[in-house]
């Protein structure tokens, strides 16, 4: 399975972004589905994750801002980003794994498939 990342760029704070991740197969049944993000100097930490049915997790920090969602027609994950801020600015990677794989969905070594990854700027 290949994950194949679009999307990001720089913004100013308070601005929106979506990003975008197109899979080589239909991963999306029987399968998790998950974006993270890793800023210099950071661990990767995980953003928002999408279950297969439905079931939507996000970190507290992004809360009420971002909203992850799929198309399965298109076999596609979005990461719609509103009310951007600084601290927002990372690389951001989605991520998948089958949905019987343990770990929670926070945890990047729970993840099999990656993609590429896109850097996402917030300026102030």
């Known amino acids: 399975v290949q994950l194949a990342q679009s999307g990001g760029g720089s913004v100013q704070a308070g601005g929106s972004l979506r990003l975008s991740c197109a899979a080589s197969?239909?991963?999306?049944?029987?399968?998790?589905m998950g974006w993270f993000r890793q800023a210099p100097g950071k661990e990767r930490e995980g953003v928002a994750s999408?279950?297969?049915?439905?079931?939507?997790y996000y970190i507290d920090s992004v809360k009420g801002r971002f909203i992850i969602s799929k198309d399965n027609a298109k076999n596609t994950l979005y990461l719609q980003m509103n009310s951007l801020k600084p601290e927002d600015t990372a690389t951001y990677y989605c991520?998948?794994?089958?949905?019987?794989?343990?770990?929670?969905?926070?945890?990047?070594?729970?993840?099999?498939?990656w993609g590429q990854g896109t850097q996402v700027t917030v300026s102030s």
């Open positions: 999408l279950d297969s049915d439905g079931s939507a």
């Open positions: 197969a239909s991963t999306y049944s029987g399968y998790c």
């Open positions: 991520a998948g794994r089958e949905t019987w794989a343990d770990g929670s969905w926070y945890e990047p070594s729970s993840y099999k498939y």
